[in-house]
Nanobody, 126 residues
């Protein structure tokens, strides 16, 4: 059973930065594909970014060039660095993980992931 714990959310002004972290346990971390999703009030959950076990990355168009996802297998952690934040980035951010042996697997749909964290709130004020 994979456990995921997100941290790093908070309140920031537009143009500011936040660093979210997702700590995983219960599985060989280097064999977990990891994604970040977000859900704003009244909206469906949407894909933000993903990183494969081969360290390939993929981003939603809305965050490309502003967000960066990375992983540190020695610390069992995936980080989402969020820069140039906008009010429309306000949402609960969720980390998701799926065991895999595919080096370049980068799913963007929430149904591709079995394990989810509890979420962390990100609020960007204008």
């Amino acid at each position: 059973q994979v456990q995921l714990v997100e941290s790093g959310g908070g309140l920031v002004q537009a143009g500011g930065s936040l660093r979210l972290a997702c700590a995983a346990s219960g599985h060989t971390f280097s064999l977990l594909g990891v994604g970040w999703f977000r859900q704003a009030p009244g909206k469906e959950r949407e894909f933000v970014a993903a990183i494969s076990i081969g360290v390939s990355t993929h981003y939603a168009d809305s965050v490309k060039g502003r967000f960066a996802i990375s992983r540190d297998n020695s610390k069992n952690t995936v980080v989402l660095q969020m820069n140039s934040l906008r009010p429309e980035d306000t949402a609960v951010y969720y980390c998701a993980a799926q065991p895999t042996f595919h080096l370049t697997w980068l799913p963007t749909h929430d149904y591709d992931y079995t394990y989810w964290g509890q979420g962390t709130q990100v609020t960007v004020s204008s």
